[in-house]
């Protein structure tokens, strides 16, 4: 059964860094024929898109928040992606949850709080 399980999570302080993993089990294939993104949600507001990587390689960030202080990777040999978190922000609290889109399905892990504060 496919699965995605998220880590790193914690308390960081606001300039401090953390790096979430994902590690997905039994997709046919591995996380080689996925695309993969990460996604946040604060209290009371919509889940939005943080970053998505993309099958072919490509690494988009959203939204522009995030952008030169995020950096979204994976390593197809062990099946884990990563969510590099720079200089964070205490706006950056939220829930993170990690997806992987497979032809028509998709997939959620079960999420990870980061909170940002001093």
């Known amino acids: 059964q496919e699965q995605l399980v998220e880590s790193g999570g914690g308390l960081a302080q606001p300039g401090g860094s953390l790096r979430l993993s994902c590690t997905a089990s039994g997709f046919t294939g591995g996380i080689s024929v996925l695309t993969m993104s990460w996604y946040r949600q604060a209290p009371g507001l919509k889940r939005e898109l943080v970053a998505t990587h993309t099958k072919f390689g490509h690494a988009v960030n959203y939204p522009r928040s995030v952008q030169g202080r995020f950096t979204i990777s994976r390593d197809n040999a062990n099946n884990t992606l990563y969510l590099q978190m720079n200089n964070l922000k205490p706006g950056d609290t939220a829930v993170y949850f990690c997806?992987?889109?497979?032809?028509?399905?998709?997939?959620w892990g079960q999420g990870i709080q980061v909170t940002v504060s001093a």
């Open positions: 997806n992987a889109i497979k032809e028509a399905s998709s997939y």
